[in-house]
């Protein structure tokens, strides 16, 4: 996945994949939680750069 730009577009793949994990009933497996936490990352540097251009 390409870093998202924004935290709204971080925020709304976040939200994506969760809804998919939890379509499939299940706890992540570890592939999934590494995504998962990627996309946290990704979300947490977009918020960083937007409070640093403000």
């Not at 925020?11 to 946290?40: H, S």
């Amino acid at each position: 996945m390409a870093s998202p730009v924004t935290p709204d577009e971080a925020n709304e793949a976040i939200r994506a994949f969760m809804i998919a994990a939890v379509r499939r009933g299940r706890p992540l497996w570890p592939e999934e939680q590494d995504e998962y936490e990627q996309l946290l990352d990704a979300w947490a540097a977009a918020v960083r750069t937007r409070a640093a251009a403000s």
